[in-house]
């Protein structure tokens, strides 16, 4: 029995995917035995509806100075806030220099360098502090802090209140997510509009992606459970936009009540959303009886190809592949190593299991019979730049369902 971090009511675990090591905890065969774990377990609040984990590690455990997620490294994300800077900037900032702009988790400044670009005064918050750094390189202004109801009144008291407030895969990650919006409702000014995005749980759900079940994400929102979360603070949901990153997102806007038009997809998603039932416990036993299968199909494919004596390498050492790989019990026999771009990943090894994580460059020069493709949300981006592998590798995927192509 758990308390929910939204609404204070009890919820049980819907699954539990065993002891886990910190999803981005990419370390140094010294460190091996001083890893930390925890029980990975989600569970479903039926009176808010807000699909949540048990338990989240220290949140100086995860996001620090030596944060391993430069959310940079992807062309495709990159584009994406790009359009998001561009759309935003012409329909919600007046036409006049007095715009402020807050972005809550700016990372290395992948959105907020554009609103900076455009001579927009802005602030970007973000705890880990050698991403906040790159942010800076990259021209944008950066207080190194968790953002709560503190560091808003901060904000307020220094550069006055916003007229854009943005937040990108990380309202998700906050378990006091209380503290975050009491600060939102106060430094959003009365027409201001509060941006933000998040992997979403309809996507979870109809692919069975359970790898975006990890330490960092708290929260697996619906238009329903964010609904609930915002009638607290008088703040309502104006329109919505589905996407396709990160494996399905949905991005929110919002504003404070009756201050602006309520679209019509908000109410038809809500609709929808009853209609697939996201707001009825079966449906998460069910996803539960599908990740089993899930594992057991993966782990199958692996043993095979092992025993044909073919070599199986990991593409991508993402964040979620910590999910897959622990649950599933991938280990170094049935995964040579694991290639990924992010250079101070390279050289470490993947938490819990401690598969090789190795440059890029260890892929291209002598390729795979077969590559586990971690980093399924980024498919087009690799399959495109993987023309050549194509000709001759296979890759095994698990999202939405386990196969090789
Ligand atoms: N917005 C970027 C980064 C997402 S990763 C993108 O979409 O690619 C999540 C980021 O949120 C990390 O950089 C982490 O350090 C930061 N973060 C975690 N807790 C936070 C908090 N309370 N306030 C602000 N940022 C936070
Ligand atoms: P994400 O799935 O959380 O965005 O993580 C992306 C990770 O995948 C990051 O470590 C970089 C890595 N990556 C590659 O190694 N090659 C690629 O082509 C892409 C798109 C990502
Ligand atoms: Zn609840």
New binding site residues.
Partial sequence: MKKCLICKNNFEPFISFGMMPIANGFLPSEKFDEEYFFELQAGFCSSCKTVQLVNQPKREMMFHDNY??FSS?????ANHFRLLAENTMKKYLAQNDNNFVVEIGCNDGILLKHFAKAGINHIGVEPSLNVALEANKNGVNTISEFFDENVAKKIIDKYGNADLILAANVMCHIPYIHSVMAGIKKLLKPKGVFIFEDPYLGDIVEKTSYDQIYDEHVFYFSITSVNNLLKYYDLEIIDIFHQKV?GGSMRYLVSHKGKRNISDSVIKQIRKEEEIGLNLLQTYDNLRKRIEKSRDQLIKILKDINEKGKRVVG??????STTVINYCGINKNLLEYI????PI?QGLFTPGAHIPVKP?SEFLNNYPDYALL??W??FD??WT?EHNYNKIGKWVLYVPEVKII
């Fill in positions: 391993a997620f490294t992807s062309k495709g994300m990160h593409y991508a050492a993402t964040s979620k290639c990924d771009t992010t990943k890029y971690f980093a949300n980024h981006e690799i730049k």
